[in-house]
């Protein structure tokens, strides 16, 4: 997927657009794609009308005076991501509606989800010139039924959430997992009834370093050790997690790989608490943990979580767990976290 520049006498990768571009995995994924040489559109949501949003955490990247742009855009208005595709040769679609506060409900949210990913997808169609979007799922739309126990078996891109099971149960996670479950076969059933070709990534709990201002989720639930946030922490027996700087190299591996498509696990370790407990006081002593008895089998318990079909293709992980709990730390310290 080689261009040339407007001048003609250099090529570089192409332009691309990534949806929700202030998240967490979109924009350490843009900052992955401008060190590639691409174009990047990013779009983010319209400021408030009384406090404009700071981006020069994106602005300030390498690379990004020259080759990155910034479009508002919502996925409640589809149409409005038009101006960012246009041109791009790929879309990643990160973006995904989150209601922390639970002012809406389960079925507004997924029905904004599906409205938005559609809308996008048909203007990547309509474009002319997307070759491939990459759509991020979560390990949300293949949690097992089973919640804790031995008996699951191991877990590939065949394994579905249940989502009449899960709006059964009374967690906040419920939703999300619904949402990003019913938004993902949508995805994959309208790219292949109009011929787009899409590819899904589904990474497992991604914990590492982080470029954006606040403090992700998935970091500060994966310091519940550290944070004390026992409620939030999403250990259970074995917990699936994946380094940040790998989730987005997978994006862009898929992307690129001319075979890839449909879904593909990414995921690169399993830990244990007793593990992470380990880890932590052996590399971060002046670190104060919680009592790790407090929270064990508080979250779903993956026995095995494959990445056999993206490892198939050549994809290599380039992060353990370690380097994950290092570069989080370090960031949070950076930022004033910790």
Known sequence: ??????????????????????????????????????????????????????????????????????????????????????????????????DLLGTETVEKITEKSIKGTLGILQLCIDSGTVKRVVYTSSVATIFPKEFSGD?????????????????????????????????????????????????TVVPSWIHGPFVCPNLPGSVHSSLGLIFGNENQIKYGKITPMVHTDDTAEAHIYLFEHPNAKGRYICSAVEVTIEELVDLLRSRHPDLKLV???????????????????????????????????DDAIRCCKKNGWL
């Open 1 to 98: 997927m080689m261009e040339q520049t407007a001048a003609g006498d250099e090529k570089y990768p192409g332009k691309v657009c990534v949806t929700g571009g202030t998240g967490f995995l979109a924009s350490w994924l843009i900052k992955k794609l401008l060190c590639r040489g691409y174009y990047v559109n990013a779009t983010v949501r319209s400021h408030s009308p009384d406090k404009k949003k700071d981006l020069s955490f994106l602005t300030s990247l390498p690379q990004a005076k020259e080759r990155l742009r910034i479009f508002i855009a919502d996925l409640g208005d589809p149409q409005s991501f038009k101006a960012a595709i246009e041109g791009s040769v790929g879309v990643f679609h990160v973006a995904h509606p989150i």
């Open 151 to 199: 008996d699951g078996g191991e877990l590939d891109e065949e394994s579905w959430c249940d989502v009449d099971f899960m709006k059964k149960l009374n967690f906040p996670g419920a939703g999300y997992c619904i949402s990003k479950t019913v938004t993902e076969r949508a995805a994959l059933e309208f790219s292949e009834k109009h011929g787009l070709e899409l590819v």
């Open 291 to 325: 009592n790790p008895e407090s929270v064990v089998n508080r979250a779903a318990n993956f026995k095995g979580l494959s990445s056999k079909k993206l490892l198939e293709i050549g994809f290599k992980y380039k992060y353990g767990i370690a380097e994950m709990f």
